[in-house]
Nanobody, 115 residues
Framework: QVQLVESGGGLVQPGESLRLSCAAS????????MNWYRQAPGKQRELVAR???????TYADSVKGRFTISRDNAKNTVSLQMNSLKPEDTAVYYC?????????WGQGTQVTVSS
């Protein structure tokens, strides 16, 4: 079965960095488009970054230039390097994949940016 397991969240101060990772299993990872979403309290879940099977990436305007998504097809992992973190980046971050008609989410990892 499809599994997505996130790790790497935590509490950091503004301006610091964090690296999130998502370990995927149960599907052909190398051919899948992988996404990172986030959901802040009281807000809708939003797409943060996407990486295609060939490595092309797109980002939400709010994180462009600060976040970098990458994938390791040998390890079936997708990562999100987050630099220059701001308090407004505080949210639960989710790994996501759509396979045909089905959508899968990880359990989420909390990122809190606060002084």
């Amino acid at each position: 079965q499809v599994q997505l397991v996130e790790s790497g969240g935590g509490l950091v101060q503004p301006g610091e960095s964090l690296r999130l990772s998502c370990a995927a299993s149960g599907f052909t990872f190398s051919s899948a488009v992988m996404n990172w979403y986030r959901q802040a309290p009281g807000k809708q879940r939003e797409l943060v970054a996407r990486i295609g099977s060939g490595g092309s990436s797109t980002y939400a305007d709010s994180v462009k230039g600060r976040f970098t998504i990458s994938r390791d097809n040998a390890k079936n992992t997708v990562s999100l390097q987050m630099n220059s973190l701001k308090p407004e980046d505080t949210a639960v971050y989710y790994c996501h994949v759509r396979l045909g008609l089905y959508t899968y989410w990880g359990q989420g990892t909390q990122v809190t940016v606060s002084s």
